[in-house]
């Protein structure tokens, strides 16, 4: 049982490329979350799915998609990378039933556009 | 603004003594309250959570404690040990549906052996 995996773990992108983050996970979990964490702040939703199929914007949606094609997996691309997007990307994914509805973490990207 | 603050960065305690970690929000609709615990090059984990409906939880050294007319809650350990250190975020929500909790800013605890 892997929980929550990421590739890559590491990216160097010059401004304007572009690339995607795979984010994974073996929990059979409905929802599924992409964040960015920048020093001194908090983690930051970018966007989230509610099931296979779906997806929604978070707090900091521009300059990304996303695509949930398959329930294990969530995709987050970036199209036109810029030096603003410097930051660690941490995946999640929860249940949807119990008290609270705890996320468990991928084990982060770190992402550098020069 | 931030709606979840973390008010210090860093925290040393000394190993067998009490941590406590604070957290303050802005948001009077919060219900729901998470902390997560962060080790270097990893994601974060779960520790413990409460709800509005309690004023304290506790799962084995850690226990939260909620002050809703404050509008402050504090992460407890005791007693502390080096495995400890690590990075600690609260967060907060309304609603329970995890795309609506808010993070606050970590702060960095170290345990001193």
């Known amino acids: 049982n892997a929980g929550v995996t990421q590739t890559p773990k590491f990216r160097v992108l010059k401004t304007g490329q572009s690339m995607t983050l795979l984010c994974a996970q073996d929990m059979n979990h409905e929802y599924m979350y992409w964040y960015r964490q920048d020093p001194g702040m908090g983690l930051r939703l970018i966007h989230y799915?509610?099931?296979?199929?779906?997806?929604a914007k978070g707090e900091v949606p521009d300059g990304y998609n996303v695509s949930r094609l398959k329930k294990q997996n969530f995709l987050l691309g970036l199209e036109s990378a810029a030096p603003s997007q410097t930051s660690v990307y941490f995946c999640?994914?929860?249940?949807?039933?119990?008290?609270?509805?705890?996320?468990?973490f991928g084990p982060g990207t770190r992402l550098t556009v020069t | 603004d931030q709606q979840v603050k973390q008010n210090s960065p860093s925290l040393s305690v000394q190993e067998g003594r009490i941590s406590i970690l604070n957290c303050d929000y802005t948001?009077?609709?919060?219900?729901?309250f998470l902390w997560y615990k962060k080790y270097p090059a990893e994601g974060p984990t779960f520790l413990i959570s409460?709800?509005?409906?309690?004023d304290k939880n506790e799962d084995g050294r850690f226990t939260v404690f909620l002050n809703k007319s404050a509008k402050h809650l504090s992460l407890h350990i005791v007693p502390s040990q080096p495995g400890d250190s690590a990075v600690y975020f609260c967060?907060?929500?309304?609603?329970?549906?995890?795309?609506?909790?808010?993070f606050g800013p970590g702060t960095r605890l170290s345990v001193l052996p």
């Open positions: 967060a907060a929500s309304a609603d329970n549906y995890g795309q609506n909790f808010v």
């Open positions: 799915s509610v099931g296979e199929g779906t997806t």
């Open positions: 948001n009077s609709m919060f219900d729901y």
């Open positions: 409460i709800s509005s409906i309690k």
């Open positions: 999640a994914s929860s249940y949807v039933e119990g008290p609270i509805y705890e996320q468990y």
